[in-house]
């Protein structure tokens, strides 16, 4: 089992930055693909950004790129999301999700993962 709590979440003015962080516990995630959702009110889960286990492959949205950075300290077994020039259309609940597959290519879909975090609040306004 994997435990994955995220925390940095927080209410921000349009253009302001946040970083979210991820703390595993459990298991080691070196071999993980790890991964960020998120989901909006009313709306579904969806993909943000995601990292293969060696940090060799990232893959962002199309709304996340150029703006967010994934990236991973294996030795703290934390990931984290940068997040920058962020808008309204960002405000959601964010998720922290691991895959332990393995894959060199890291999943963009929710059901590619198989553990998840509980979630924190990003609220963008002004």
């Known amino acids: 089992q994997v435990q994955l709590v995220e925390s940095g979440g927080g209410l921000v003015r349009p253009g302001g930055s946040l970083e979210l962080s991820c703390e595993a516990s459990g298991r080691t995630i070196g071999f993980y693909s790890m991964g960020w959702f998120r989901q909006a009110p009313g709306k579904e889960r969806e993909f943000v950004a995601s990292i293969s286990w060696s940090a060799g492959n990232i893959l962002y949205s199309r709304s996340a790129k150029e703006r967010f950075t994934i990236s991973r300290d294996d030795a703290k077994n934390m990931v984290y999301l940068q997040m920058n020039s962020l808008k309204p259309e960002d405000t959601a609940i964010y998720y922290c999700?691991?895959?332990?597959?393995?894959?060199?290519?890291?999943?963009?879909?929710?059901?590619?993962?198989?553990?998840w975090g509980q979630g924190t609040q990003v609220t963008v306004s002004s």
């Open positions: 999700a691991a895959d332990i597959r393995g894959a060199v290519i890291p999943g963009s879909r929710s059901g590619e993962f198989h553990y």
